[in-house]
């Protein structure tokens, strides 16, 4: 009887406990704040995935657009490692009417994409898609979609069309060139 009292209590607390923690991890989700490309870096995974939900898609940016891959999102070294990551990936050339876009690796423009505006994979409502399947033999089985999160930055990630689960392969960010 004893045992199966301290178990209940410890049950107890420990559901209390996690209650808790869940609490402030959803508080600290909602606390994001994003000024520039670096604090996309910063954020989780899991806080890509929110930002990118509550995201729009709205009109694109033409020209040079300054982009960001994030490796290793939420990780420490994640602001240092994407920095160096401008050397392979450093943006986009996006069309003046913004029809498609040639995204500039090694400092070449190399791989074209097909702009629209389609629902996307992850909850159906609309996103700026970067559809490369006509364009790039190298990336033929590769999407991206896009949203704008605040007023000129723009977070997207890159998925596998083969891939059923939709799953991110990439996160990456771009604002415009100043």
């Known amino acids: 009887m004893f045992m199966r009292i301290r178990a209940t209590r410890i049950w107890i607390f420990m559901s209390l406990a996690l209650m808790v923690f869940n609490f402030n991890l959803t508080q600290a989700q909602e606390a994001i704040t994003i000024r520039g490309l670096d604090d996309f870096a910063a954020c989780s995974p899991d806080q890509l995935e929110m930002l990118f939900a509550q995201g729009n898609a709205t009109s694109i940016p033409t020209g040079k ?3 960001l891959a994030l490796v290793n999102p939420g990780k420490p070294q994640a602001r240092i490692a994407s920095r160096a990551s401008r050397v392979v990936f450093s943006g986009k050339i996006i069309a003046d009417d913004a029809s498609q876009a040639t995204n500039v690796f090694f400092g070449v423009p190399m791989v074209r994409g097909v702009f629209q505006i389609a629902p996307s994979v992850r909850d159906g409502r ?5 559809d490369y ?10 999407r991206d979609e896009i949203r704008e999160i605040s007023p000129g930055l723009f977070l997207g990630f890159v998925i596998d069309i083969r891939d059923p689960s939709a799953k991110a392969r990439r996160w990456f960010a771009f604002e415009p060139a100043r």
């Open 126 to 130: 609309p996103a700026i898609i970067l």
């Open 65 to 67: 657009v300054k982009a």
């Open 133 to 142: 399947t006509g364009t790039s033999l190298l990336y033929r089985n590769a």
